[in-house]
């Protein structure tokens, strides 16, 4: 199995290593192959994100999953759910299609890894307070 995953940026682009051996240990040999696509910051409106599904689907990809934030600077999205009918809308209702959405940004699952981090950038900033789902840099959308 091939799996297609359209994400924002680089850093979603990271997490690929972690959820392969998430998996890995839970699927065995049944392991999918997936490739993580960056749409560089951002995950299509409307009729591109509908041609971008429609081409991996094409390109013997067996499913396509979109992960997006709700807060994108703009107010595209007033909800995960909304987020995730909007892009169901878009693309049309293809069961090969998975949408996804985090509630304000994906980079806040970092902060359980923050001493990791601080390791690998050698800054020594305190991590920002408050659990992965609420951390939104006191500006919430």
Not at 55 to 77: C, E, H, S
Not at 82 to 110: C, Q, R, S
């Amino acid at each position: 199995m091939k799996i297609a995953i359209l994400v924002e940026g680089a850093t979603e682009i990271a997490f690929r290593e972690k959820l392969c051996e998430f998996l890995q240990s839970r699927l065995e040999q049944k392991m999918p192959k997936l490739k993580f696509i960056s749409q560089d910051g951002r995950i299509p409106k409307e009729a591109k994100l509908k041609r971008v599904v429609e081409n991996l689907l094409n390109d013997r990809y067996d499913a396509v999953i979109a992960l997006t934030d709700i807060y994108t600077g703009t107010k595209d999205f007033q909800s995960a759910e909304d987020a995730k009918a909007k892009m169901t809308e878009w693309v049309g209702n293809n069961p090969n299609f998975y949408p996804h959405a985090a509630l304000h940004d994906f980079e806040a699952w970092l902060l359980p890894y923050w001493e990791t981090i601080q390791k690998l950038a050698k800054p020594n900033l305190s991590a920002p307070s408050g659990s992965p789902e609420t951390v939104n840099h006191h500006n919430p959308p």
